[in-house]
């Protein structure tokens, strides 16, 4: 990447936030700000305008879903901003909360765990900050386990297709880790937008929108997501 | 609460050999000394009451109206009486405890005395109060009509000697004037001393039930309740102890273990792979990754998460989710739902859930959650074949215990066929 990607970074715990500046730095990210809560967050955003947020789920004042919010928010404001949630645990609707937010791109939703694997965690980083969409495969492989899935009309190699494509791999990626040829990956991303009605325009769009239709449960999204009613959404 | 092995004159009554016991004695013993206790109770209960039998009865025969004196007089009369009677009750019944050892030794727990206010607000007290009127009212009446039977005995078992000495003696019916044709109803007067006998203890033997029954424990409201409010205090505690351990774990050890195996992810980006380094040092990384997952689990294990990150229709979202059927969530919540609750309710949804998954073979269900009153009201229904019967064990005779320590209750409407509904309310505020 020519260009250094400037990132602001929310994580309450003082330790992990020291490690994850230090990892960041060490991989050629410049870190404007680490801060600690939400409000803080939006503020060294709105101040820095960096290209990519990461930042914690539960982080303080209210210690629920603050941090997810935070983030909701900046991508509204600024809709071509990278953000990467990080949480402890699985949620499928902090993901689909965060791919509703603006067209779906340059989103990351990721275990707190993976940043064990360091280069893995940073590969992850430099997808979405290019503009591609990740979700945690944990959250993939309980959707997939989903018996109503409304993509049950895949084939099972259709739906292991469409999870490394929620992992933000190109088809190059997808056809290196199934052991098949790019082409037949192409036939396979084909069949898939066709079974879920996505039309042909821009692909990329198009591949998140198959994600998106993944973690609704639903049938296939309109871009807008006006039908989700989940916790950024619902809450009181 | 009671000790049956303990003899009473209501087990003595039913052996054969009672007529020759000692209880019919001490039958005569309790009935004796009920007398005076009994006897001044019925004129307090009369100075009152046989007035006030009068003037109903002139008002009911004659439409007089009652004079204003005897009016005044009935009202301040009924006013003190029912204003003494609980202090009064109160000795009485103390007296009365311990008189019952007579009949009946089982032992029978002493009330305390613990205030004049309590007297008139404790169930327990108006149940001394009920035995008073008993005391004072029904006992004398069944006295009398024994004393007389005893008397008439004795007239009829002297009647031979009697008849000898006048012209003429009445018994009964008939007319007797010989000793001779007296001497059958003497017979039958003596055939009846062992049945009087035995009606002494009758009559001792249910008046001590009743003494037991109104000045024994009694299921005392007020105790009940707060017996159960000191349970629903225990599992506040309960669930607080269990958000406050979640909470250190989530907020202090998750973070400080990823920042661990972060670092240790980033020595060995350092490490050439030919050190002899390398090797301990990734398992000392993979081990602390097996941690992380270990310790996600047992956080989880502890409180759902969803529930603290959301609130209880987000959390019952991500279930229905996660449900092997599809299922519509419908969420009318206005007001803020307590925390306990909150975790309680979401218990529900995820049992009945799982339930619908394992044994209705239904096709959808559905989650409702509104809030009517205080009460927030949890609705699972499924379009599955029905016959939920938790002595099956469905999981959920646990349920319906964990929705009672709650203090709420649980419906289930299961007919064979279906569809299945169950209905849980659980109050708000307590």
Request: glycine content about 8%; some cysteine.
């Amino acid at each position: 990447m020519p260009q250094v990607t400037r990132v602001v970074l929310a994580e309450d715990e003082v330790l992990l936030r020291e490690g994850l500046v230090g990892l960041l730095e060490r991989f050629g990210f410049e870190v404007l700000a680490a801060v600690g809560s939400a409000p803080e967050l939006l503020e060294a955003t709105r101040l820095h305008r960096p290209d990519l947020v990461v930042t914690d789920i539960r982080m303080p004042p209210g210690r629920r879903d603050d941090g997810l919010r935070a983030a909701v928010a900046l991508r509204s404001e600024q809709p071509e901003l990278a953000v990467v949630v990080l949480s402890q645990h699985v949620q499928a609707g902090y993901a689909a909360a965060l791919l509703d937010s603006g067209d779906g791109r340059r989103v990351g939703y990721l275990l707190k765990d993976r940043v064990a694997e360091v280069v893995e965690f940073v590969e992850h980083l430099r997808i979405v900050a290019g503009g591609g969409t990740v979700v945690d495969p944990d959250v993939v492989r309980r959707l997939l386990h989903r018996p109503h899935d409304p993509l049950a009309a895949l084939s099972p190699r259709e739906r292991e297709v469409l999870a490394l494509i929620a992992e933000g791999r190109s088809n190059a990626a997808i056809a290196a880790a199934l052991h098949v040829t790019e082409a037949a990956v192409g036939k396979h991303v084909g069949n898939i937008l066709t079974k879920l009605g996505l039309l042909p325009s821009d692909d990329t769009n198009r591949r998140v929108l198959a994600v998106l239709t993944y973690l609704r449960g639903g049938p296939a999204a309109d871009p807008g997501g006006s039908t989700w009613t989940g916790p950024a959404a619902g809450r009181r | 609460m009671t000790s049956p092995q303990l003899p009473h004159l209501a087990t003595a009554l039913r052996n054969p050999r009672y007529l020759v016991s000692e209880w019919p004695w001490r039958a005569l013993g309790y009935l004796v000394s009920t007398a005076p206790i009994a006897g001044v109770l019925s004129v307090g209960l009369l100075l009152v009451g046989a007035p006030l039998l009068a003037a109903v009865n002139a008002v009911r025969q004659h439409g007089r109206p009652i004079p204003l004196p005897l009016a005044l007089f009935l009202t301040l009369g009924t006013l003190a009486l029912v204003g003494f009677a609980p202090i009064v009750s109160a000795a009485v019944a103390a007296v009365e405890r311990w008189r019952l050892g007579l009949v009946d030794p089982r032992p029978l727990p002493a009330r305390r005395w613990s205030g004049v206010a309590e007297r008139y607000t404790s169930a327990s007290a108006w149940r001394e109060v009920a035995y008073l009127v008993w005391l004072g009212g029904v006992v004398p009446v069944v006295y009398w009509v024994y004393l007389l039977l005893v008397l008439i005995d004795i007239l009829v078992v002297t009647s031979p000697w009697l008849a000898g000495d006048a012209d003429q003696v009445i018994v009964l019916w008939d007319i007797v004037d010989r000793p001779g044709e007296a001497v059958p109803y003497a017979i039958v007067g003596v055939l009846l001393l062992p049945v009087l006998w035995y009606g002494l203890g009758v009559i001792a033997a249910v008046q001590g039930a009743v003494a037991r029954w109104l000045l024994g424990s009694s299921p005392d409201i007020v105790e009940l309740r707060e017996v159960t409010r000191s349970r629903a205090r225990l599992v506040d505690a309960y669930e607080a102890e269990r958000r406050r351990i979640e909470r250190d774990l989530h907020d202090a050890a998750q973070p400080r273990l990823t920042s661990l195996t972060l670092q240790l992810g980033l020595a060995r980006l350092d490490v050439p792979e030919d050190s002899p380094a390398a090797r301990p040092l990734a398992v000392a990384h993979d081990q602390a990754k097996g941690l992380m997952i270990m310790l996600r689990q047992i956080v989880h294990g502890i409180r759902p998460q969803s529930l603290t990150d959301l609130n209880l229709a987000g959390a019952v979202r991500e279930l229905a989710d996660e449900a092997a059927v599809p299922v519509t969530v419908h969420a009318d919540l206005d007001r803020p739902v307590p925390e306990n609750v909150e975790t309680t309710a979401w218990y529900v949804v995820s049992e009945s859930l799982n339930n619908v998954t394992r044994h209705a073979s239904a096709t959808r269900a559905e989650v409702r959650l509104t809030q009517a009153g205080d009460r927030l009201v949890v609705e699972v229904s499924d379009d599955g074949r029905g016959g939920a019967d938790p002595a099956r064990g469905t999981g959920l005779t646990g349920l319906a215990d964990r929705v009672s320590a709650a203090g709420g209750r649980l419906l289930l409407a299961s007919p064979p066929g279906g569809p299945t509904l169950v209905r849980v309310e659980l109050p708000c505020h307590r």
